[in-house]
């Protein structure tokens, strides 16, 4: 294959006089000095869309892991939480005294405040397994803190004697819907549940299935304990700031109080702080950056030494150093741009593919896709300032050796 001959486009474009939009004559050389060389370019185009795919991919899953992490506190979709103050994070439940319930009430602002039981046990099937479970227990009248989706069944069915409601994870782990369905009886510490809904949430961390009751069943449900209040569930009266009837409930109870944002947060800081996930993936997504910008850097520099010819020639006829270094800056996030593009198209692709099902953490916000941008485009600036060094210091004559 004959290779692109750049001093055609020279001929053409430069040595005749050059008209108006002369800035766009030499864009439009650059562009052709980019796409000429078919294999430098396609090498670019590849290892910046890896790196892209690599940070988006990664960065996904990372923050799918992080909404699991919290999950127990945004399926039930509550303005505050008040917990025992030294709580660390969600799943970490400290039990706290039945009367906080009655002191969160009196709190000046509250508009409302619910008893919530939160509690691991074993659920016996009638074939003879056992699976680890989370009784979750809501207060009866209201079921303040209820999955918003149900799937199958009807929620409030839950009130009747022995009765139950599963989420789809829940089924998932107990053998399918060909073993558990609405109606499908099974033991809770000796005591019997009847499945009558089937709820849909958001799987959680640790992957462990949710049984939800009424409060009152399901205390009876689990040994006798001195404490069993999980947490009180609140909501602030309308025109109150939040943040105002947090700071009072701590005052007056002596309790920890939180928004659910903030629980989220505080949550999830517990995830990284006590496990190995904020290292093990942000060595990943800053590899993946390096690598895309080693072989951008190397290979606009390669790029730059073959054509010194073309810019040289260039530079002879009057072209300033600060138009070649536009038209490296162009070729730069020309393919910096299109990488970009082919990554995320193709980290969505695996997310939509991996991830269908709930299987897969994957959380692709608008954030991450921002911050990769930026982080390209940190990675063209830096590649193309490689090549423009080798600019500066060319000197006109070598078009002449």
């Excluded at 078919?38 to 923050?63: D, E, P, T």
């Excluded at 001195?226 to 409930?249: E, F, H, M, W």
Aim: charge should be positive; aromatic fraction near 10%; charged fraction near 15%.
């Amino acid at each position: 294959m004959m290779r692109y001959d750049y001093f055609d486009t020279l001929r053409t474009h430069i040595f005749r006089p050059l008209p108006r939009n002369g800035g766009d004559t030499l864009n439009y050389v650059a562009l052709k000095m980019l796409f000429g060389d078919r294999a430098k370019y396609l090498m670019l185009l590849c290892g910046l869309s890896f790196a892209v795919m690599l940070i988006v991919q990664q960065g996904s899953i990372f923050w799918g892991l992080m909404m699991w992490s919290q999950a127990n506190i945004s399926n039930l979709n509550v303005p505050i939480w008040v917990t025992d103050p030294g709580i660390a994070q969600v799943d970490e439940v400290k039990p706290i005294a039945s009367t906080a319930v009655d002191r969160v009430r009196s709190v000046d602002g509250v508009e409302w405040a619910m008893p919530l039981y939160r509690g691991l046990l074993r659920a016996r099937l009638v074939n003879g397994e056992y699976h680890q479970v989370t009784l979750t227990g809501l207060e009866s009248a209201t079921l303040i803190g209820r999955p918003l989706e149900v799937l199958e069944g009807r929620f409030e069915d839950i009130r009747q004697p022995d009765a139950v409601a599963l989420d789809q994870w829940a089924v998932e782990r107990m053998g399918g819907p060909t073993v558990v369905t609405i109606g499908t009886i099974f033991e809770l510490n000796d005591k019997l549940a009847r499945v009558v809904a089937i709820a849909k949430t958001q799987k959680s961390f640790t992957n462990v299935p949710v049984v939800y009751a009424t409060y009152e069943r399901a205390i009876r449900y689990v040994p006798r304990e001195r404490r069993t209040l999980s947490y009180v569930l609140a909501k602030a009266r309308d025109g109150v700031p939040v943040a105002d009837v947090i700071q009072r409930i701590r005052a007056e109870t002596g309790l920890g109080a939180f928004t659910e944002e903030d629980f989220g947060w505080k949550t999830i800081m517990w995830v990284l702080n006590n496990t190995g996930i904020g290292i093990n993936f942000g060595t990943t997504i800053l590899l993946g950056f390096i690598v895309g910008m080693a072989i951008a850097g190397q290979t606009f520099y390669l790029f730059t030494v073959e054509n010194l010819r073309q810019f040289g020639a260039l530079k002879a006829m009057g072209t300033s150093t600060f138009t070649l270094a536009r038209m490296i800056i162009l070729q730069a996030f020309t393919v910096g741009l299109t990488g970009y593009g082919v990554g995320v198209g193709l980290a969505t692709l695996f997310g939509s593919l991996a991830a269908s099902g709930g299987t897969l953490p994957f959380a692709e916000t608008w954030q991450l896709l921002l911050l990769v941008l930026v982080a390209l485009l940190m990675i063209c600036i830096v590649s193309a300032s490689v090549s423009i060094v080798k600019l500066v210091r060319l000197e006109p004559a070598i078009v002449f050796r």
